[in-house]
């Protein structure tokens, strides 16, 4: 699903405006004619290199939403060796999860504030030396050679220097995992789910998740579990316990599985497809619930606005052997008079759910999106409720931590759709945290639960059922 309808709608030119404030604030271009001290850094330092790359990606995701994905096309990330690349976006993610911290660090060192590209060059460098434990000589080394290379952070080389040589011989010093949140979305969690919640909602934050994998019916997952490392989860997820490319994992050439986080998997197992059943998935991309209805032996629709997404989709019903119809249309303009037995509705939202595995969206999303977007879920939901049967049954769900995507969205729809009822989840039976049941019956999953498994994406889920 798209975490903002405002991404499908990003044109080019955006893209360019957004590439070009990332670069700059990471670097300068190059003098037309150098001097001598420039002429002897023109040989290329892939080390250097890879820590400029992940100074690009911190910056692009800084800039705003999808911003992180996006860079990775940018010349200076994209023209490293693979091994490279991967490293400057474990910098990036490193720094992104951390840059609370991170800065809380510098500020205690920093009598006055110095431009951003010299921020960026200590932010990347902290990343590496505290979080992803790289030899500090190593960190602080490129780092000073990143400050050397361009005009503007040039007489800052020994400031860095210092800074860095200071932290890895004293200590970073206390740090609160708190400061990784911004302010206006820490009182917000802290008002809605306590104060214990937030702390432990902040420590899931810091942590890199494991990736998860949904199985096609008849796969047995302890043999999965065991090729891929992993574990077998509640519902039958499988986590894994290897990183890298999934292409090269066991199973993937033989279509046994596909990557979806294990809350994710629990609208689609609380919709309960059956066999000879019509089911339609709104907002479908990027199509891990379709998979799971299809594999149901269901007879599958999968609609979403944006037809560049529904592409990867589409690549994965190939890969796995599975079958749906893919229409790429707005959900409440599709000229189509069907109805269905089962609707799935996972709607667009702020997708703070998500951080765990985008960080970013901590810092691109902003109090005004919240209300923007529940207006659109309010719209998706009213055309959902119209494509169910009498007698059939509609879930609808959002990766998002905010009531008013959630439970506020639901305690409106019932209110103005008297034909639906609350169908009670069952956590067991759908593969969810107990502690995830609302008194209303609902699930609201927070990242923080099942902390001692690695934690799970935040998710609010109801399954309304349509009066007969």
Not at 165 to 188: F, H, K, M, V, Y
Not at 391 to 405: A, D, K, N
Not at 418 to 423: E, G, P, Q, S
């Amino acid at each position: 699903m798209s975490r903002d309808p405002a991404a499908g709608r990003s044109s080019a030119a955006r893209g360019r405006r957004m590439a070009d404030k990332a670069r700059a604030a990471t670097r300068s271009p190059r003098p037309a004619r150098p001097d001598a001290a420039d002429a002897r850094d023109d040989s290329p330092d892939i080390g250097v290199e890879a820590r400029l790359a992940a100074g690009v990606l911190l910056n692009a995701a800084l800039e705003g939403r999808g911003g992180l994905d996006a860079a990775l096309a940018f010349r200076e990330v994209s023209s490293l060796p693979g091994p490279d690349r991967a490293f400057a976006r474990a910098v990036a993610m490193a720094a992104l999860r951390r840059l609370g911290e991170i800065d809380q660090i510098l500020d205690r060192k920093l009598q006055k504030g110095p431009p951003l590209a010299v921020r960026t060059i200590l932010r990347v460098a902290l990343a590496q030396m505290l979080i992803l434990e790289t030899p500090a000589f190593a960190a602080v080394s490129t780092a000073v050679k990143l400050a050397e290379r361009e005009p503007k952070t040039r007489p800052y080389k020994n400031l860095v220097n210092a800074v860095l040589r200071g932290i890895d011989r004293e200590g970073p010093g206390l740090t609160t995992a708190e400061s990784n949140l911004p302010e206006w979305l820490a009182a917000r969690w802290r008002a809605s789910y306590g104060e214990p919640t937030l702390i432990g909602l902040a420590l899931a934050a810091r942590e890199e998740p494991a990736t998860d994998l949904s199985l096609k019916p008849g796969v047995d997952p302890a043999a999965v579990a065991e090729a891929v490392e992993g574990e077998v989860l509640p519902g039958g997820t499988v986590r894994t316990g290897i990183r890298g490319d999934v292409a090269t994992w066991p199973g993937f050439d033989d279509g046994v599985w596909w990557v979806q986080d294990a809350a994710a998997a629990v609208p689609g197992r609380l919709l309960a497809p059956k066999a000879g059943e019509t089911v339609i998935d709104l907002c479908a991309a990027p199509g891990g619930k379709t998979l799971q209805l299809a594999a149901s032996g269901a007879t599958v629709v999968a609609l979403d606005r944006s037809a560049v997404r529904l592409k990867r989709l589409t690549e994965n019903l190939q890969r796995t052997g599975l079958t749906a119809e893919v229409v790429a249309t707005p959900a409440e303009d599709w000229e189509d008079d069907r109805s269905f037995d089962a609707v799935l509705l996972d709607a667009p939202c702020t997708a703070t759910g998500t951080f765990r595995r985008n960080p970013e969206v901590l810092r691109a999303t902003k109090p005004a999106d919240v209300a923007k977007l529940a207006d659109v879920q309010h719209r998706l939901l009213d055309a959902a409720a119209e494509r169910v049967k009498p007698g059939g049954r509609l879930v609808y769900c959002v990766c998002s931590l905010e009531r008013e995507e959630g439970e506020t969205q639901i305690i409106a729809f019932l209110r103005r759709n008297t034909a639906f009822r609350t169908a009670p989840a069952v956590p067991a039976d759908v593969g969810a945290p107990d502690e995830a049941l609302t008194p209303e019956g609902w699930l609201r999953i927070l990242p923080s639960m099942w902390a001692e498994k690695g934690g799970v994406d935040g998710f609010f889920i109801a399954r309304l059922d349509r009066v007969g």
